[in-house]
């Protein structure tokens, strides 16, 4: 049996990205939001995210291509993420992307 304290901290402050992003045309970020997670699963989330013509995520949802969970924490957490991006403003008033979160043990 390994020795170890089942409280110790080593399973906390988990990462969830930064986000791979994807199909924002020529929209760079201007702000990527530190994405920590508690919990124990692992996997990765791809949320689909609207933004607006000043650069700000409007509306986010799970994407289940390239995803390879379906855990709802961490869904939660990937979409409460990609929320706090922030993209350089454009002309176009929606722009569709994708932004990749990979939760692991660090």
């Known amino acids: 049996i390994p020795e170890g304290d089942p409280n110790s901290d080593n399973l906390t402050g988990r990462f969830g990205g930064p986000g791979n992003t994807d199909g924002f045309g020529s929209r760079k970020t201007t ?5 920590d997670d508690n919990s124990n699963a692992d996997g990765i989330v791809v949320i689909e995210a609207v933004i607006d013509r000043q650069g ?6 799970f994407y289940a291509q390239g995803s390879t969970t379906s855990d709802p924490s961490l869904i939660a957490k990937a979409r409460d993420c990609a929320a706090d991006y922030k993209f350089e403003a454009g002309t176009t008033d929606r722009v569709k992307g ?6 692991k043990n660090r």
């Open 31 to 35: 702000n990527v939001p530190k994405c």
């Open 98 to 103: 994708r932004i990749k979160f990979t939760f």
């Open 56 to 61: 700000k995520v409007v509306t986010t949802r």
